[in-house]
Structure formats: structure tokens, C-alpha cells
């Protein structure tokens, strides 16, 4: 795309915005103060560094973001719109919060990419060598993981389903209760964090692992094999199902 014109690097502490660029944007933030850039324009590069952080609210469209920031900087994005498509790379830490809708991810690397707040039954798919971190998703999750990085769904709410796809490993982290785990593989998927006495409930035909925390009650309604591990003296394993 056209090539917007390349800002001075920012210095100082005050809030600074960038509005509307023309396209591609090579943006340099020195300064304790945060950059905004708002209305990247469809297909277009960031590329961030510096060491301020840098927020990018509502893109008009697929985003490619070149993540160099140190020293703490971070980058966020905001408010992508429903099925767009972020590609990331970079040693800085990327938060992409408040997608509109389904949304697809690449993590190039080496950089963390975490993508919060996803609404409820959305898809997003996954790929690149990176990992990719979901939290404190509003609801179920549909994850498409071509990998060949992890996954991780973190924090879902209780009761419920994360229904999971592609050749990447997965990890369901945390759940705050039950969750239900239907996994299409043939990537594995690992859950992780289960809370004592809670259940989970399994399906699918690709494999998943549960560490156990404590005892647990385990549904097995699919044909993929589900082992149970770290089960400690004096807990109890309740399993149900037609599974494996």
C-alpha cells in the first residue's frame, strides 16, 4: 500500500495520536508518554520501536504489525473488525483486546501475542511459529490451530466449551469451573489448572491430556483417547462416558 509519511521519533511524557494514516507507518516512541494510532488503513504495516508503548485502535482492516519495542514498551491493539486478519512479528510483547468478531492470528515470534476478550462463540485461528495466549474469553471458543505454535486458552468462564481444530498443540488453562473440551485434532489438546472437584467434560475424536489439581470428574462423550494426570493420594477420579 501507499507509504505514509515516517513520523520523527516521539519523545516526552504526554499522550500523543496519530490519526488516519495514509498506509504503512514505521513509528518510534521514545518517550514515557503512550502513542495512539487510530484508523490504520486496511493491509497496512506498523512497524513499532522505541521503548513507549503504542496503541492502535480500530484498524480498518487486516493488520500487519512489526512488534521491535523494548525496555517495557508494548503494543496493543484495539476494536479489530469481525474477521480480520493480524500478523505479528517481533521481539515485543502484542495485545490484541476487543475483537468485533471471528479474528485470525499469525505469531511470527519470538514476541508473546495475547488476544483478549474474545466474544462469545467467535473463532479465531491461529498460526506461526509464536505462541498465542486467548484470556478471559466472554464466552465459548472456537480455535482453529495450524500451529506449529501453542495455543492457550486461559480463564473460561464455567460451563463453558472450547471447541478446538488444526495440527498445534492447544492448553486450556485455568478454568474457572467445569468446561466442556471438544477437541477435532489431530493436535492435542492439554487442560491444565482444573480446579478441585470440578468436572470436564470431553469430546472429539483428537486427544486430550488433564492435569488434575485435585479430584476430578471426567465425561468422556467422544472416540479420542483422554488421559488423566498428577492425580495425588487420597483423591478421587469419577469417570463417566463412552470415550477411551
Request: contains cysteine; charged residues 15%; negative net charge.
Amino acid at each position: 500500500g501507499p507509504v505514509a509519511d515516517t513520523p520523527p521519533p516521539i519523545r516526552g511524557n504526554g499522550p500523543t495520536t496519530v490519526p488516519a494514516p495514509a498506509g504503512d507507518l514505521d513509528l518510534v516512541n521514545n518517550g514515557g508518554g503512550y502513542v495512539t494510532v487510530t484508523g490504520m488503513p486496511d493491509d497496512s504495516t506498523l512497524r513499532a520501536s522505541g521503548t513507549g508503548d503504542v496503541y492502535v485502535s480500530r484498524p480498518d482492516g487486516d493488520l500487519t504489525l512489526v512488534n521491535d519495542l523494548t525496555d517495557g514498551g508494548d503494543l496493543y491493539v484495539d476494536r479489530v473488525i469481525d474477521g480480520a486478519a493480524v500478523n505479528v512479528s517481533g521481539n515485543g510483547p502484542t495485545t490484541v483486546s476487543n475483537p468485533a468478531g471471528d479474528i485470525d492470528v499469525a505469531n511470527a515470534g519470538p514476541g508473546p501475542l495475547t488476544v483478549r476478550c474474545l466474544l462469545d462463540g467467535k473463532t479465531i485461528t491461529t498460526s506461526g511459529a509464536g505462541d498465542v495466549n486467548v484470556t478471559n474469553p466472554r464466552g465459548s471458543v472456537v480455535l482453529e490451530n495450524a500451529g506449529p505454535g501453542t495455543a492457550t486458552v486461559e480463564g473460561v468462564n464455567v460451563g463453558q466449551t472450547v471447541t478446538v481444530s488444526g495440527e498445534g498443540t492447544t492448553t486450556v488453562a485455568n478454568p474457572d469451573g467445569d468446561v466442556i473440551v471438544h477437541n477435532d485434532g489431530p493436535g492435542r489438546v492439554d487442560v491444565t489448572g482444573v480446579a478441585d472437584g470440578a468436572a470436564v467434560i470431553t469430546s472429539g475424536v483428537g486427544p486430550i491430556a488433564i492435569d488434575a489439581n485435585g479430584s476430578l470428574s471426567g465425561v468422556n462423550m467422544g472416540t479420542g483417547a483422554v488421559s488423566v494426570n498428577g492425580l495425588n493420594d487420597g483423591q478421587s477420579l469419577e469417570v463417566r462416558g463412552r470415550g477411551d
